[in-house]
């Protein structure tokens, strides 16, 4: 299909599953429970670092992590004993444990009582019209504190040629405001324009077949490739295509 006819097509299936009832099925809806922005974005960060196998399996994970903090993220994170954190323990996602577990806990401290916060430190680093140089210089300061080798890998790193598909969800999360009442919009110090699809297997097979991306391999550079054709459908809000991608990778088997 040409360039209008696939513009349009896309924007169909946007508006088909960019609305509510998609929280029903993914993760977001686990920062849904909350109202203050700093339970959300801890319980948005939280959620998406785990959001890799079956879907069931991630929301009910990430649920026992809002179990585990008392429902109350933002106040565990800043004033947790190390009795509270030795409780984190049992908790186990694939190959994220509780050591790892414990260690984002007192990342994101450090993040919210020395750098003003998780929105802060991507904004600093955000450039024109990109926030992957934003996540390779989050990761390292989240990983200022002392931790584990292996807990690094939670975090993915645009540098290192990922394309990081958890951490652009957690930001298209907290920085698109679609007005349906998915995404939050909460970031209003950073722009739609900036964000980079959360590229998977189901968005990258997709995107293959509707010709939006030749690449083969779902890293870095395919990400760029992708970005730029849905820039070129919508500069401004070029990551609501993901609702597309996904939804019909997901729950349309194209």
């Known amino acids: 299909m040409n360039k209008n006819d696939l513009k349009t097509f896309l924007n169909e299936k946007v508006n088909q599953y960019n609305n509510p009832k998609f929280i029903t099925t993914d993760p977001i809806q686990v920062p849904h429970q909350f109202s203050k922005k700093e339970d959300i974005e801890i319980a948005a960060f939280l959620s998406a670092t785990i959001a890799w196998g079956n879907r069931k399996s991630i929301i009910k994970n990430a649920k026992r992590m809002m179990d585990f903090m008392g429902n109350s993220p933002y106040d565990f994170v800043l004033n947790h004993s190390e009795t509270d954190l030795e409780q984190l323990q049992p908790f186990v996602h694939r190959t994220f444990n509780g050591q790892d577990f414990q260690t984002f806990i007192k990342g994101l401290q450090h993040i919210y009582t020395n750098h003003q916060g998780l929105e802060h430190v991507f904004k600093t680093h955000a450039q024109e019209d990109s926030l992957q140089f934003a996540i390779h210089k989050f990761k390292h300061t989240f990983f200022e504190i002392e931790h584990q080798p292996r807990t690094q890998k939670h975090i993915s790193d645009p ?54 991306l030749k690449r083969k391999q779902n890293d870095a550079k395919a990400l760029l490739e992708l970005d730029t054709a849905l820039r070129k459908l919508d500069s401004e809000d070029p990551v609501k295509y993901d609702f597309a991608l996904f939804g019909l990778g997901v729950f349309e088997g194209f």
Not at 169 to 178: A, K, T
Not at 180 to 197: A, E, N, R
């Open 159 to 212: 540098f290192k040629k990922s394309a990081a598909k958890r951490i652009n969800m957690f930001l298209r999360w907290m920085v698109r405001n679609d007005n349906t009442g998915v995404d939050f919009g909460l970031w209003k110090s950073l722009s739609s324009s900036q964000l980079s699809c959360p590229l998977d297997v189901h968005s990258g097979n997709v995107a293959r077949k509707l010709g939006l």
